[in-house]
């Protein structure tokens, strides 16, 4: 396969190499400026691979790992990246099954490798080594399947006809005269009238006599403008990505966390929580676990009653006897919110799974289904969760939904 590339610009890392390209979503941040380190002095696939485990697995929920040459190509596909592989033989399709580390293979022949990240846009842009901003990046041409060979037409002989020799006739012997007969007088034609010229039409009486309005022309298609080149794409260093960060959280003159230790605040016996509009609300605490939520972290929690997630999670406004179960996460950046997202059983129609809510974050949350592109969660917005969802809370925070 040609070493070829070219991508569609995004929000994940590319840092391409001489022998391997790695592919690394924007919460990966903090990883890229060791491996370009790597990739720009030449290391290969196995190097720039130890680089990203050295990091620690849990932590790197998505990542892609293309390295190309004329004898065969190396793919690595973990999380969301997926690649679609082209060759002569056929299509392929290359993910990671959901509890797998990765997906792995050594293809020979393949035309083309394109590997999707976010989105499926066009890729018009020429990788080059270095680091890149990207959602698809394309390595090689796919193949174009074979044109049909076309029959040419066959002249065939046409059998000329046989022309016979015409039989030769006695002569007839000529006839006798017979005498002219006398001509007839000719019949008397009656004079032809000339025609009278047809009346005027009043326009007023006989609508057929108005005449139709002319028919405006046709103007000239406008001429179609060349396309404009679009100008050449550059990139900064990874310490220049201006992505927002910070957040000062307004606390209350009785809140007493000082030391980073998640506290509840004062029970509050008649405060009924609102539900969400045309749901019931659920029970307290249900009997059995609708889902597990397994953090980047390594942690593991089980849905049997609310949860709330964020950088300093604060439990004031539940009642005494509906306290959740609070989860602190560490945000060096301070991307992650201090009650950032709350997850509970569901009730009604979304019985027996878990909901999230986005409490209003500054940063906001994404989630990403099973076969569906990522989106961000609408602020107060409950949203069902399936097994193999994903959300991320920024700041390298990830959090899996399985099953109980």
Same mark, same amino acid.
């Given at each position: 396969? =040609?070493?070829? /590339? !070219?991508? @569609?610009?995004?929000?994940?890392? #590319?840092?391409? +190499?001489?022998? *391997?390209?790695? &592919? $690394?979503?924007? =919460?990966?941040? /903090? !990883?890229? @400026?060791?491996?370009?380190?790597? #990739?720009?002095? +030449?290391?290969? *696939?196995?190097? &720039? $691979?130890?680089?990203?485990?050295?990091?620690?697995?849990?932590?790197?929920?998505?990542? #892609?790992?293309?390295?190309?040459?004329?004898?065969?190509?190396?793919?690595?596909?973990?999380g969301a990246a997926s690649a679609h592989v082209s060759s002569a033989a056929g299509d392929e399709v290359v993910t990671a099954a959901l509890g797998t580390t990765w997906s792995e293979r050594v293809l020979t022949g393949a035309a083309s490798v394109r590997v999707t990240l976010a989105g499926d846009g066009e890729v018009e842009h020429v990788l080059t080594p270095g680091l890149a901003r990207v959602s698809v990046v394309e390595f090689g041409t796919p193949s174009a399947p074979a044109a049909a060979p076309v029959d040419e037409p066959v002249d065939e002989p046409v059998d000329e006809p046989v022309i016979e020799p015409e039989p030769v006739m006695a002569a007839e012997p000529e006839p006798t005269p017979e005498p002219e007969p006398t001509p007839e007088p000719e019949p008397q034609h009656e004079p032809v009238m000339a025609a009278e010229p047809e009346p005027a039409r009043d326009p007023l009486s006989d609508p057929l006599s108005v005449p139709e309005p002319p028919t405006?022309?046709?103007?000239?298609?406008?001429?179609?403008?060349?396309?404009?080149?679009?100008?050449?794409?550059?990139?900064?260093?990874?310490?220049?990505?201006?992505?927002?960060?910070?957040?000062?959280?307004?606390?209350?003159?009785?809140?007493?966390?000082?030391?980073?230790?998640?506290m509840a605040g004062t029970p509050h016996p008649d405060f009924d929580r609102p539900p969400i509009p045309g749901q019931e609300i659920a029970p307290d605490v249900v009997s059995r676990p609708v889902a597990s939520l397994v953090f980047s972290t390594g942690d593991v929690v089980a849905v049997d009653r609310t949860i709330l997630i964020g950088r300093a999670p604060e439990a004031r406004r539940f009642a005494s006897h509906d306290q959740p179960h609070v989860v602190t996460v560490s945000s060096p950046h301070q991307e992650i919110s201090s009650t950032h997202l709350e997850i509970r059983p569901g009730a009604g129609v979304d019985h027996g799974s878990a909901i999230a809510t986005?409490?209003?974050?500054?940063?906001?949350?994404?989630?990403?289904?099973?076969?569906?592109?990522?989106?961000?969660?609408?602020?107060?917005?409950?949203?069902?969760?399936?097994?193999?969802?994903?959300?991320?809370?920024?700041?390298?925070?990830?959090?899996?939904?399985?099953?109980?």
């Open positions: 396969m =040609s070493a070829e /590339a !070219r991508f @569609a610009p995004g929000d994940w890392y #590319a840092v391409v +190499g001489e022998h *391997a390209t790695v &592919l $690394l979503p924007a =919460s990966q941040r /903090a !990883r890229v @400026a060791a491996l370009w380190e790597l #990739a720009d002095s +030449g290391a290969d *696939a196995d190097a &720039l $691979l130890d680089a990203l485990l050295a990091g620690g697995l849990s932590t790197l929920d998505h990542v #892609a790992l293309v390295a190309a040459s004329d004898e065969a190509t190396r793919l690595i596909v973990r405006p022309p046709v103007p000239p298609a406008a001429p179609e403008l060349e396309p404009v080149p679009a100008a050449p794409l550059s990139f900064g260093e990874p310490e220049d990505d201006p992505t927002p960060t910070g957040e000062t959280p307004v606390v209350a003159d009785d809140w007493t966390d000082r030391d980073g230790q998640t986005d409490l209003g974050s500054t940063n906001g949350t994404v989630l990403a289904l099973p076969g569906l592109d990522p989106e961000e969660l609408k602020p107060g917005i409950a949203v069902s969760l399936v097994p193999g969802a994903v959300l991320d809370l920024g700041d390298g925070v990830t959090i899996q939904v399985t099953n109980p």
